[in-house]
């Protein structure tokens, strides 16, 4: 899924607002998604090595701000599921994990 620059900003900027609607720290993200606390940042940031990361984090952070009994900020680019898309990894987002 290539995103424009404008899409890649709104993406950054929902992905952020999740984060922080969630209430969770950069280290209790990492540690339950097995990865570093910098590439979650990274992710944030949608420098990834994985198309399907931001995916990841997107439903980890959903699950985590719903328990809360609150909603999501819409995304407008990670909408849906991502089952709709042919070409990302289903298994690496079922498994939800950051780890390589």
Same mark, same amino acid.
């Given at each position: 899924?290539?995103? *424009?620059?404008?899409?890649?900003? +709104?993406?950054?900027?929902?992905?952020?607002?999740?984060?922080k609607?969630? /209430?969770? *720290?950069? $280290?209790?993200?990492?540690?339950?998604?097995?990865t *570093?606390? $910098?590439?979650? $940042? +990274?992710?944030l940031? &949608? %420098?990834v090595?994985r !198309?399907?990361?931001p995916?990841? &984090?997107?439903?980890?952070?959903n699950?985590?701000? %719903?328990a809360? %009994?609150?909603?999501? !900020?819409?995304?407008?680019? &990670?909408? /849906?599921?991502?089952?709709?898309?042919?070409?990302?990894?289903? /298994?690496r !987002?079922?498994?939800?994990? &950051? +780890?390589?």
């Amino acid at each position: 899924m290539s995103l *424009t620059i404008s899409e890649e900003q +709104a993406t950054r900027k929902e992905l952020q607002a999740n984060f922080k609607l969630s /209430g969770l *720290t950069v $280290d209790q993200v990492a540690a339950d998604l097995q990865t *570093t606390p $910098d590439y979650v $940042d +990274a992710v944030l940031e &949608l %420098q990834v090595s994985r !198309i399907e990361d931001p995916w990841i &984090l997107r439903n980890y952070l959903n699950a985590a701000i %719903q328990a809360q %009994q609150q909603q999501p !900020i819409p995304y407008s680019r &990670l909408n /849906g599921s991502p089952l709709r898309h042919w070409f990302l990894n289903q /298994g690496r !987002i079922r498994r939800g994990s &950051l +780890a390589d």
